[in-house]
């Protein structure tokens, strides 16, 4: 019962984020975040901060790919005029 309802949770939590993409992105990370260890090997400041903005950005890719692409379409045109006029 218990092992469904997990099973379930997960399936949930990764259903809609796109395994590749994932991949890629980790690797990235990884390297940059070997990079800032190798560049401030005596502070682990830098390093910590690196990694919390990696999280915050994982985050909301995972919450991006929650919303169907529809919506993303409707605030497409948006985004792009505000980005474009800033």
């Known amino acids: 019962m218990l ?3 997990l099973y379930r949770v997960w399936r949930r939590l ?3 984020v796109d395994g590749p ?3 890629i992105a980790s690797l990235l990370m990884a390297a940059g975040l070997a990079t800032v260890h190798s560049a401030t090997y005596d502070t682990n400041d830098r390093l910590v901060g690196a ?3 990696m ?7 995972w919450t991006v ?3 169907p692409p529809q919506k993303l379409m409707r605030f497409a045109v948006r985004s792009m005029l505000s980005a474009c006029s800033s």
Do not use: Y
């Open 51 to 53: 990694d919390l903005n």
């Open 14 to 16: 990764v259903e809609h």
């Open 21 to 23: 993409l994932l991949m």
């Open 3 to 5: 092992q469904q309802f």
């Open 65 to 67: 790919a929650q919303l």
């Open 55 to 61: 999280a915050v950005g994982l985050c909301a890719m």
